[in-house]
């Protein structure tokens, strides 16, 4: 699938396509139950604002992007890594492999090209493909974490500690942040927390795009950002956060970039 990419800031965004399909047997549930708090009159306007989001028998279908912008005052930066390869720690319920590679090189970009690599979070769906046979795949690049990701990560364990992010800090490509960072005059990073303790989101401008991460999962969180998560570590505290940036985006009439929405941009306002 191919999408065109926009200029915001004089930043291209280019959406990278990476998977597309339903969530896997390990984490499927029925959406009343992935989504708590969706009334059945909200679905039936979802279903008819964007089908792409739902297959034949009504089951959620992700959309895996990853996002590549290019600065030409500033460093070419990958948001997020996607499903990885067969066998990766998200190959137990994503679509893998993932197209990333694929799509990178249709760009012009080579892995060797990335400067940096923000990681909106650990889970698996969208760090995987930061590793490719134990060695990183964007050897020159910087990798950023939040602080506070990293610790929750360390505690949990898993395959994404033990096959991603050790191998990223054995290369010494891993570095960690508190707080907000600035990557350029126009581009930074921000916490967003509550889907996973360190969540983090890229912001372009004066909120006039924001790569949002898993802020935002589904359409119907669109329509009404009140709308939970089952996979929320902190429900409350990614509504609240949901909330908030779609409030600021909307003030600045600006647009999404959203991993999991079939359409990757969203235009608000």
């Given at each position: 699938?191919?999408?065109?990419?926009?200029?915001?800031?004089?930043?291209?965004?280019?959406?990278?396509?990476?998977?597309?399909?339903?969530?896997?047997?390990?984490?499927?549930?029925?959406?009343?139950?992935t989504?708590?708090?969706?009334?059945?009159?909200?679905?039936?306007?979802?279903?008819?604002?964007?089908?792409?989001?739902?297959?034949?028998?009504?089951?959620?279908?992700?959309?895996?992007?990853?996002?590549?912008?290019?600065?030409?005052?500033?460093?070419?930066?990958?948001?997020?890594?996607?499903?990885?390869?067969?066998?990766?720690?998200?190959?137990?319920?994503?679509?893998?492999?993932?197209?990333?590679?694929?799509?990178?090189?249709?760009?012009?970009?080579?892995?060797?090209?990335?400067?940096?690599?923000?990681?909106?979070?650990?889970?698996?769906?969208?760090?995987?493909?930061?590793?490719?046979?134990?060695?990183?795949?964007?050897a020159?690049?910087?990798?950023?974490?939040?602080?506070?990701?990293?610790?929750?990560?360390?505690?949990?364990?898993?395959?994404?500690?033990?096959?991603?992010v050790?191998?990223?800090?054995?290369?010494?490509?891993?570095?960690?942040?508190?707080?907000?960072?600035?990557?350029?005059?126009?581009?930074?990073?921000?916490?967003?927390?509550?889907?996973t303790?360190?969540?983090?989101?890229?912001?372009?401008?004066?909120?006039?795009?924001?790569?949002?991460?898993?802020?935002?999962?589904?359409?119907?969180?669109?329509?009404?950002?009140?709308?939970?998560?089952?996979?929320?570590?902190?429900?409350?505290?990614?509504?609240?956060?949901r909330?908030?940036?779609?409030?600021?985006?909307?003030?600045?009439?600006?647009?999404?970039a959203?991993?999991?929405?079939?359409?990757?941009?969203?235009?608000?306002?």
């Amino acid at each position: 699938m191919h999408e065109k990419p926009r200029i915001v800031s004089g930043v291209e965004v280019i959406p990278l396509c990476d998977a597309v399909g339903p969530m896997g047997e390990a984490l499927r549930r029925p959406l009343d139950e992935t989504f708590p708090g969706a009334r059945p009159a909200l679905w039936e306007r979802t279903r008819a604002d964007a089908p792409a989001a739902f297959g034949p028998d009504g089951e959620w279908v992700l959309h895996f992007h990853c996002f590549l912008l290019r600065d030409p005052m500033g460093p070419t930066v990958l948001v997020d890594t996607g499903v990885g390869a067969d066998g990766s720690p998200a190959s137990s319920w994503a679509p893998v492999p993932g197209g990333l590679p694929g799509a990178l090189q249709k760009s012009g970009i080579a892995p060797d090209d990335i400067d940096t690599v923000v990681l909106t979070h650990l889970h698996s769906d969208h760090a995987s493909g930061a590793v490719n046979d134990g060695e990183p795949l964007f050897a020159n690049a910087r990798h950023l974490v939040q602080e506070d990701e990293l610790a929750w990560l360390e505690a949990e364990g898993g395959d994404v500690l033990t096959q991603v992010v050790n191998p990223l800090r054995e290369a010494d490509r891993l570095e960690s942040l508190q707080g907000e960072e600035r990557l350029s005059d126009g581009l930074r990073v921000i916490p967003t927390p509550g889907h996973t303790p360190g969540h983090q989101s890229v912001v372009l401008g004066e909120d006039e795009l924001v790569v949002t991460g898993d802020i935002i999962h589904h359409p119907v969180q669109l329509a009404d950002p009140s709308v939970t998560y089952l996979y929320d570590e902190d429900s409350a505290q990614a509504a609240a956060a949901r909330t908030a940036l779609l409030a600021r985006v909307r003030q600045a009439r600006g647009t999404l970039a959203t991993p999991h929405l079939p359409d990757p941009f969203t235009e608000l306002g």
